[in-house]
Structures are given as structure tokens and as C-alpha cells.
């Protein structure tokens, strides 16, 4: 009987490791299937989504369509991510990738891995068109001036690293970046820091509400987000990246979406293109 019950024992601590070895990877599971599930977030003009077809658009997602192309794998656009839980859900393999962009930061970097960038976007401080209570960002450091933040989003980040003694008006983390520039519009905020193309797509329609303010106070990386642990998914990806990046596809994704290269930064190619002589 003694014997018995040490058997069983045994078994029972086994049981977690074999499970753990018979855990089908993110990767292994996208090259049975032939498919990648990507989760997202309609974040305009990065990425949107056509309410009316359903389709998701922008240089984001041309990028991610041709990288199932290119990877020979289809891309479903699965889920819409809740900016709550996403880091959670992409660990537990709810979806395979973040496909939005991913926007690192080094919070989220403690409990997801990014691919390579696809490119840079800038960030800049906005203000009201013809406010001149400030002529350098120094200035915005100052109970004086009220900033637009979004808890959790580069907005935030900015405003304590740079802007600590400014006062703040906070918008609700299920917000848009939309939200934190009618903050400044309508006046319930004198600044605060989005992204240079949101800043642009608004300023089309509305140029006399906002303006920029130069130079940009930082660049991020736009990337994928993917779990921990997947080193074949993520070296799949960035060679794929590579191979866009270096035949001067992701260059022709951003002129078609931003012909004037106001709003992107290309990713340096590790190459002086001319033959030695």
C-alpha cells in the first residue's frame, strides 16, 4: 500500500512538468495553423478599422498583411484589445501578436517581448493655435500650465519625466488620443504630447484649433508585441521585417500613407547604398 501511494506521489509531481513540455508554443501553433491571430486597437491614422466592411486599415496594417503574405501565413484580426488586460491575454495566447504598433515602453517590456521596429514616430508637444505663454518646452514646467495625460500612455510617461511640476488633467485609459488633444482645444488643458500623425489628421480639419510645437520631444519605435518565451516566433517576424525593411517595401507603405514624410522615420539600413570604388 506504502508503495502504491509512492507511486501515485511520484506521478502526481511529474504531472506538471510533462504538461509543461507538451505546451504547444505560440509558434508552433501559427505554423500548424497557418495563421496568425492578431489582436489590436483602432489607434487612427496608424491603424483603423471601417466600421461598414470591417477591414483594418492604415501603414500598420498594410505591414502586417504583408508580412502573412510574404510569411505565406493568413493574418485574422481577431480581437480588439482592452489596454487593461492586452499584456495578460498575450501571455495567456488569447491572440497570437499585437498587431497595433506595439508601443513600447520599459513597463510593458517586463512582461512582453518586441520584434525589431518597422519604423519610428515622433512625438510633440501640441499647444492652442496663437498661444504664446511659452517659448521653450522648459517653460511648460510650471503650475502655471495644465497638461493632458492618459494614465499608462506616453502622455504620462512624458509629464514625469519632463513636465513634474505642471498640473494635470487626466483622461480615462479607455480613452483615444483624440481625447487628450480636444483636451487642449477646448481649453481644458494648455498642452500635452500625442503622437505627430494623430497631431496632423487633426490639424486637417481643424487648423485653426492646435498647433505643433518643434522639435519633437521623442521618437518611439513601432513595433509587435508578442509573449515572453518565443524566440522562433520573434526571429520569424524579424526576418521578415528585414526583408521589407531592405527591399524598400515598409519605405512605399509610408509614402502611400505619408507622401510628404512628415509623420514617419524609416529605420536606418546598416548599408552606405553606393559600390565601393
Not at 511648460?140 to 509629464?159: C, Q, R, V
Amino acid at each position: 500500500m506504502r508503495q502504491m501511494i509512492l507511486t501515485l506521489l511520484i506521478y502526481l509531481l511529474a504531472m506538471p512538468a510533462a504538461f509543461a513540455k507538451d505546451k504547444e508554443s505560440t509558434y508552433d501553433r501559427v505554423i500548424r495553423t497557418g495563421e496568425i491571430r492578431c489582436g489590436y486597437l483602432p489607434w487612427p491614422p496608424l491603424l483603423s478599422k471601417d466600421m461598414n466592411t470591417g477591414e483594418v486599415e492604415g501603414p500598420v496594417a498594410d505591414y502586417i498583411n504583408r508580412i502573412g503574405e510574404v510569411l505565406d501565413l493568413k493574418i485574422i484580426w481577431s480581437t480588439e484589445l482592452n489596454l487593461t488586460t492586452y499584456l495578460q491575454d498575450l501571455n495567456n495566447k488569447r491572440f497570437d501578436m499585437e498587431c497595433g504598433g506595439g508601443w513600447p515602453n520599459a513597463i510593458r517590456g517586463k512582461y512582453v517581448d518586441y520584434t525589431a521596429p518597422i519604423f519610428y514616430m515622433p512625438f510633440q508637444i501640441i499647444k492652442r493655435k496663437g498661444d504664446s505663454r511659452f517659448t521653450d518646452l522648459v517653460a511648460l514646467n510650471d503650475p502655471d500650465f495644465t497638461m493632458a495625460i492618459m494614465d499608462g500612455e506616453n502622455s504620462a510617461a512624458t509629464k514625469q519625466l519632463k513636465f513634474p511640476k505642471s498640473n494635470v488633467v487626466e483622461i480615462p485609459s479607455s480613452g483615444q488620443v483624440s481625447d487628450l488633444i480636444l483636451a487642449v482645444a477646448t481649453k481644458k488643458a494648455d498642452f500635452t504630447v500625442v503622437n505627430t500623425p494623430s497631431a496632423l489628421a487633426y490639424m486637417q480639419n481643424n487648423q485653426d484649433k492646435i498647433e505643433l510645437v518643434e522639435p519633437p520631444v521623442k521618437y518611439i519605435p513601432i513595433n509587435i508585441s508578442i509573449a515572453q518565451d518565443e524566440p522562433k516566433l520573434k526571429t520569424m517576424l524579424n526576418v521578415a521585417t528585414e526583408q521589407l525593411v531592405l527591399s524598400g517595401e515598409i519605405d512605399q507603405i509610408l509614402k502611400n500613407h505619408d507622401p510628404e514624410h512628415a509623420s514617419y522615420v524609416r529605420v536606418a539600413k546598416p548599408y552606405i547604398e553606393e559600390l565601393n570604388k
